[in-house]
């Protein structure tokens, strides 16, 4: 590797500062101090010019099949940054209905293959991708937009466009302060896939359910640098021996199985399957069995994200108290904490309509007063409120146990997202997913 010790302060020392020969580790200190203290490095402008293109770049699907596997390959040539799913559904009939969020529904997991990867990203699903964007959009009026950009709610209404559009929650791609991916430093292109359920998870009504999708496309942000000379890639490429370390918050879909709750009792569920990483923390949610998959000639109308409140939750690591919060409001307050906090947003569910026929009502509601968010990092992991290697527990192979009171007597399900300190590592253009 080439002695940079007595190099004049020019671009290539600076741009050495940047990587290592080490592959990185998530439990080697770093050199961060604070960042409340400006120095020459983050108190001037940046060392290249970049600008910042909004929706140049389009992947058409080539199947728009209901249940389809849709895979997108995003071009290794440039930086890429958010990622937007943008669907179309036919109109519906007057005996149809659309939930509020819908595409959220529709969308059965997520994953993504870095370039030439060793390592591929768990799958993520239905809720991850909600507890991941409600967490992320830091006020109530940003949640209850991102709900209405992702699919209004149709009653029957022919005249309504069905169009929905969602951020997908990739390392480079999310509301909070992430850095978008240099993809040149990559051999070969990245793989977004996703897997959609059948329409009859979210076509409420008594008549046919369309097939198809009219469109289903994905519009990716992207930087360019100015002189690309300037970049790492080129350096990278010419050094094969460097590591290039790109931190980000990996996150792991849990479901329960369901379970059959009396009213005001307590319930005791274990939470499983954890990595063998640092946890950063854990989003929950509860949903009546009866709300996904509705009973045919008792109600009509799929209602999939009716997150009902647990009342009196505490959570325990190893018999150890680690989240107690009795009543149902002390758990919100919890929510509120940080910069990046869940906030309630405007939501609204379909009425019981037994026949499937027109007219169809629903009615406002509250729509984070469901969820329970249990930090154990103190930087709003959560939200991904910084880009950071994070030093927190690892609860390998141990479950985590909690209890709960739910309102009234029915079977639930509890879903829960996991995330974890993690790095994508690149060297040689070949990338690995870092989890230690």
Same mark, same amino acid.
């Given at each position: 590797? /080439?002695?940079?010790?007595?190099?004049?302060?020019?671009? %290539?020392?600076r741009?050495?500062?940047?990587?290592?020969?080490?592959?990185?580790n998530?439990?080697?200190?770093?050199?961060?101090?604070?960042?409340?203290?400006?120095?020459?490095?983050?108190?001037?402008v940046?060392?290249? /010019?970049?600008?910042?293109?909004?929706?140049?770049?389009?992947?058409?699907? !080539?199947?728009?099949?209901?249940?389809?596997?849709?895979?997108?390959?995003?071009?290794?040539?440039?930086?890429?940054?958010?990622?937007?799913?943008?669907?179309?559904?036919?109109?519906?009939?007057?005996?149809?209905?659309?939930?509020?969020?819908?595409?959220?529904?529709?969308?059965?997991?997520?994953?993504?293959?870095?370039?030439?990867?060793?390592? =591929?990203?768990?799958?993520?699903?239905?809720?991850?991708?909600?507890?991941?964007?409600?967490?992320e959009?830091? !006020?109530?009026?940003?949640?209850?937009?991102?709900?209405?950009?992702?699919?209004? &709610?149709?009653?029957?209404?022919?005249?309504?466009v069905?169009?929905?559009?969602?951020?997908?929650?990739? *390392?480079?791609?999310s509301?909070?302060?992430?850095?978008?991916?240099?993809?040149?430093?990559?051999?070969?292109?990245?793989?977004?896939?996703?897997? @959609? $359920?059948?329409f009859?998870?979210?076509?409420?009504?008594?008549? *046919?359910?369309?097939?198809?999708?009219?469109?289903?496309?994905?519009?990716?942000?992207?930087?360019?640098?100015?002189?690309? +000379?300037?970049?790492?890639?080129?350096?990278?490429?010419?050094?094969?021996?460097?590591?290039?370390?790109?931190?980000?918050?990996? $996150?792991?879909?849990y479901?329960?199985?369901?379970?059959?709750?009396?009213?005001?009792?307590?319930?005791?569920?274990?939470?499983?399957?954890?990595?063998?990483?640092?946890?950063?923390?854990?989003?929950?949610?509860?949903?009546?069995?009866?709300?996904?998959?509705p009973?045919?000639?008792?109600?009509?109308?799929?209602?999939?994200?009716?997150?009902?409140?647990? /009342?009196?939750? &505490?959570?325990?690591?190893?018999?150890?108290?680690?989240?107690?919060? *009795?009543?149902?409001?002390?758990?919100?307050?919890?929510?509120?904490?940080?910069?990046?906090g869940?906030?309630?947003?405007?939501?609204?569910?379909?009425?019981?309509? =037994? !026949? #499937?026929?027109?007219?169809?009502?629903?009615?406002?509601?509250?729509?984070?007063? #469901?969820?329970?968010? @249990?930090?154990?990092? =103190?930087?709003?992991?959560?939200?991904y409120?910084?880009?950071? %290697?994070?030093?927190? *527990?690892?609860?390998?192979?141990?479950?985590?146990?909690?209890?709960?009171?739910?309102?009234?007597?029915?079977?639930?399900?509890? $879903?829960?997202?996991?995330?974890?300190?993690g790095?994508?590592?690149?060297?040689?253009?070949?990338?690995?997913?870092?989890? +230690?």
């Amino acid at each position: 590797m /080439e002695d940079i010790s007595n190099m004049s302060d020019g671009p %290539l020392k600076r741009q050495m500062g940047y990587l290592s020969n080490k592959k990185p580790n998530t439990q080697t200190q770093g050199s961060l101090l604070n960042l409340e203290y400006p120095n020459e490095q983050n108190s001037v402008v940046a060392l290249v /010019e970049q600008s910042t293109l909004h929706g140049r770049y389009i992947l058409s699907s !080539t199947t728009n099949n209901s249940g389809a596997n849709v895979q997108f390959s995003l071009a290794n040539s440039s930086f890429i940054d958010k990622c937007y799913l943008r669907v179309k559904l036919p109109p519906c009939t007057v005996n149809q209905t659309l939930p509020r969020g819908w595409l959220y529904a529709m969308i059965n997991s997520l994953n993504f293959i870095v370039g030439s990867s060793s390592s =591929a990203a768990s799958q993520i699903d239905t809720d991850t991708l909600v507890h991941i964007a409600m967490c992320e959009s830091k !006020t109530e009026e940003k949640s209850s937009f991102l709900w209405e950009m992702a699919g209004s &709610e149709n009653l029957g209404n022919p005249a309504q466009v069905n169009e929905a559009v969602v951020l997908l929650p990739l *390392p480079w791609s999310s509301f909070g302060d992430n850095f978008a991916l240099d993809a040149s430093m990559l051999n070969n292109t990245i793989i977004i896939k996703v897997n @959609f $359920k059948s329409f009859s998870t979210v076509y409420g009504g008594s008549d *046919p359910i369309p097939n198809a999708f009219l469109s289903c496309d994905l519009n990716v942000n992207q930087h360019e640098l100015t002189d690309k +000379s300037l970049g790492l890639s080129p350096l990278m490429f010419k050094q094969p021996e460097l590591y290039f370390a790109y931190p980000y918050t990996v $996150k792991q879909s849990y479901s329960t199985s369901t379970f059959a709750a009396t009213a005001g009792q307590i319930n005791s569920q274990n939470l499983q399957s954890f990595a063998s990483s640092d946890l950063l923390g854990i989003i929950m949610t509860c949903q009546r069995e009866s709300d996904l998959n509705p009973t045919v000639g008792v109600n009509s109308v799929i209602n999939p994200f009716n997150y009902i409140e647990m /009342e009196d939750f &505490e959570l325990t690591i190893g018999g150890q108290i680690y989240y107690s919060a *009795p009543g149902l409001r002390l758990s919100k307050m919890y929510n509120m904490e940080g910069r990046d906090g869940i906030f309630d947003f405007q939501q609204s569910f379909i009425n019981t309509n =037994a !026949t #499937g026929i027109a007219p169809f009502t629903s009615r406002p509601t509250r729509g984070g007063a #469901g969820f329970i968010v @249990f930090r154990i990092s =103190a930087h709003d992991s959560c939200a991904y409120g910084g880009q950071m %290697l994070q030093n927190t *527990p690892r609860f390998t192979n141990q479950s985590i146990t909690i209890k709960f009171r739910l309102p009234e007597t029915t079977t639930y399900v509890i $879903k829960a997202t996991y995330l974890y300190t993690g790095a994508l590592s690149i060297k040689n253009g070949i990338s690995e997913i870092i989890q +230690s």
